[in-house]
């Protein structure tokens, strides 16, 4: 993927999000920046957190919904030996252990064990709705949240350096994870499997989807200079593509159904005229295809 330049401001830009920031501060400084009340992002990042934050300007938002599905990639520090109420290093520490000789073998052990398809339960301090309300509002607000296990995949889940101290081991580690995936969840995990519990001080996300560091700019240098990924351009690196005829693009202007074709692919797939211009979100449902969004 190239460098995004300056186009229309109606696609995605690539932030690289400070810490302490909330993921809606930026949209906030986005909003000022881009003269638009029509800004959303791709998938929260916790205050504490750094890193790729995908937005949607304009027309763009309608993409936000699908690319939430992609997966990301983190580099994230564990420290074992203290749990935290926010299993990340926001919250008080709820307990101590001493944790300065981690054998090797037991922590490869425990990383192993959160790796692949998981039943994860989520941090009790996360934006989701219990009865509809936040669980981070009944944390908050006194309450003792159980969440129940939700089915992720840990794709990768390495282990970069080690280092010991005399009552705690901080752990650096890649992730690569589906969408909901909770990386501070696996920092108190990896603790409690090896008894010694553990939370996580650093959190730098990477990439989402085919959006990655090296296209991220930051909130400063973007107020001196917009950088926007343009609609054809996001669709192309985000979703598998279909070239349509000059018929079919003028069925697919109106939302019609495809028939008798075949996309190639399960998932949403970006069509484009014979222009080269993106036009919608088709799915396959048999032989035909079927519109899921449409742009133009």
Known sequence: MTEPTLGPLSGLVVVD?????????????????????????????????????????NRATRLLGYLTLADKEYLGTIRLGQTT???????DVTETVAAGQVDPAALAKAVAAWTGDIAQVPSAVSAIKVDGVRSY?????????????????????????????????????????????????LARDVGATLGVGGHLTMLRRTRVGEFGLELAHTLDELEQQMAVVDLDSAA??????????????????????????DLGSPGPV???????????????????????????
């Open 85 to 91: 109420v926010t299993d990340d290093a926001e919250g």
């Open 270 to 296: 970006a069509l484009f005229d014979p222009s080269g211009q993106f036009l919608a979100l088709y799915e396959q449902r048999g032989g035909t295809a079927r519109a899921v969004a449409v742009f133009v």
């Open 17 to 57: 999000k400070p810490a302490g920031w909330t993921s809606h501060d930026v949209v906030g400084r986005m909003r000022r920046i881009a003269g638009t009340k029509k800004v959303g992002h791709s998938g929260t990042l916790d205050p504490m957190a750094t890193g790729v934050l995908v937005l949607g300007i």
């Open 236 to 261: 192309h690196s985000a979703f598998a593509t279909y070239a349509l005829t000059a018929e079919q693009a003028t069925d697919v202007r109106f939302g019609r159904v495809l028939t008798a074709i």
């Open 137 to 185: 509002t009944r944390v908050r607000a006194g309450e003792d949240v159980a969440l129940p296990p939700r089915p992720v995949t840990v794709l990768t889940f390495e282990i970069t350096d080690v280092r010991p101290g005399d009552d705690i081991t901080d752990v650096d580690v890649r992730v690569v994870c589906t969408s909901g995936t909770y990386v501070r969840a």
